[in-house]
Structures are given as structure tokens and as C-alpha cells.
């Protein structure tokens, strides 16, 4: 049962331009969601989160957005860069805050490709 | 930042055999080490939990017996497929923390493994 859904397998942006990748969960005990990157032949590497009690939260180009009735969040990159281009996942957990460690679900991933 | 390695990148094996993947933090003491495994074009799904000098604990329907999982020290957790069979052809992933903090979660760059 996938309860992270990313149902865009690529996305093609031209530089300069935004990109937008959506997420959507089907557990209402998530309360906190990531984002990662991830090269070829490299692991995920955590680009931003956003907790439940935010909508909104922006780290320099990216910023992510919460949509918790819709129970959507997205992620844009402005402005894109062609070294933007890589797989971005999804992920969610049930964190109830404190330093505990939650299982991380993850969606299936969208490949990003910035052309110049 | 944190780094994880994995060994090795790709294997090959035969059926009936057992094969080894070993997951090391390079330059942080991990308590908690997590391994994933990802079927093509699907989410990565986590396997098994691990905190050194304890029992791996299993998500459910994985096999505890077909995938050994040793956490023996601070900076080396192992995941044995045992028996492996051309089902079990996937990309294994682990990840490491030391912090326990959901954000700090530093990923290898995986193993492909195929059995014939």
C-alpha cells in the first residue's frame, strides 16, 4: 500500500525556469515530510523538510509547501539549474517531535531534468 | 557531512547462494542503521531497523531469517541475503544516524544485486 505517492515519474524544466514536484499521502498520522535528492550511483540526500504545524518552509531556491487537507505537498526550485537534475523522492513520517527516529516512507521518486 | 559506504556496489550471484552487503559510516558513529530495498520503478521500502549491539527489528513480511542483519559496532551493520533467489534481484539501500534525529539520516549509495 503505497501511502506516498509521486505520480509524476519525470518532470523536464528549462533553466531558468521553476520546477514543481508534487507529493501526495494518504496517512493523516504523517506529520512530518522531506524531500531528498538523489545523483546516479549516489544515495538520497536530504535537501529540506517541512513540519505539520507550517505550510511553508524555504531553504535558499527551494521552498516546500504543505497542503494538509489536501494532504499535498510540493517542492519548488527556482530558479532551476541543470545540476538540479536528479531523482527527488518524497518522504513522510508519523515524528511527534523530539530527537525519536521515524520509519520514513518514501514515494517513488520523479526524475527532474534541467535543460539549458 | 556524513558519509555512508556500502560493498559492494553490484553483485552477481547464482541461486542457493548467500551474498553480503555491508554498510559503513565513514566518519560518524551510527546508533541506528536502516536498510532499504528498492524494486525497479517502486519507492524504496525499509526492510529492517538496526541498533548496534541489538537485534535488527523487521518490518513486516520481511523474512528475519533470509536477510540477516548484524550490527556488531558503532560503524558497521551487515545484511546478509541468504539462499538468495532471482526474486530477491533488487537495489539495497542503507542508511545511517547518530543523532536519532529524523533529518540527519545519511544514505549509501546502495547495492544492486542480481541473482540468476
Known amino acids: 500500500d503505497q501511502q506516498v505517492k509521486q505520480n509524476s515519474p519525470s518532470l523536464s524544466v528549462q533553466e531558468g525556469r521553476i520546477s514543481i514536484l508534487n507529493c501526495d499521502y494518504t496517512n493523516s498520522m504523517f506529520d512530518y515530510f522531506l524531500w531528498y535528492k538523489k545523483y546516479p550511483a549516489e544515495g538520497p540526500t536530504f535537501l529540506i523538510s517541512i513540519s505539520s504545524i507550517k505550510d511553508k518552509n524555504e531553504d535558499g531556491r527551494f521552498t516546500v509547501f504543505l497542503n494538509k487537507s489536501a494532504k499535498h505537498l510540493s517542492l519548488h526550485i527556482v530558479p532551476s539549474q541543470p545540476g538540479d537534475s536528479a531523482v527527488y523522492f518524497c518522504a513522510a513520517s508519523a515524528y511527534k517531535g523530539g530527537s525519536t527516529l521515524g520509519r520514513l516512507y518514501f514515494g517513488r521518486g520523479t526524475q527532474l531534468t534541467v535543460w539549458p | 557531512g556524513a558519509v555512508v559506504s556500502q560493498h559492494p556496489s553490484r553483485v552477481i550471484c547464482k541461486s542457493g547462494t548467500s551474498v553480503k552487503i555491508e554498510c559503513r559510516s565513514l566518519d560518524f558513529q551510527a546508533t541506528t542503521m536502516f536498510w532499504y530495498r528498492q524494486f525497479p520503478k517502486q519507492s524504496l521500502m525499509l526492510m529492517a531497523t538496526s541498533n548496534e549491539g541489538s537485534k535488527a527489528t523487521y518490518e513486516q513480511g520481511v523474512e528475519k531469517d533470509k536477510f540477516l542483519i548484524n550490527h556488531a559496532s558503532l560503524t558497521l551493520s551487515t545484511l546478509t541475503v541468504t539462499s538468495a533467489h532471482p526474486e530477491d534481484s533488487s537495489f539495497y539501500i542503507c542508511?545511517?544516524?547518530?543523532?536519532?534525529?529524523?533529518?540527519?539520516?545519511?544514505f549509501g549509495p546502495g547495492t544492486r544485486l542480481t541473482v540468476l
Open positions: 542508511s545511517a544516524s547518530t543523532s536519532g534525529v529524523i533529518d540527519e539520516q545519511f
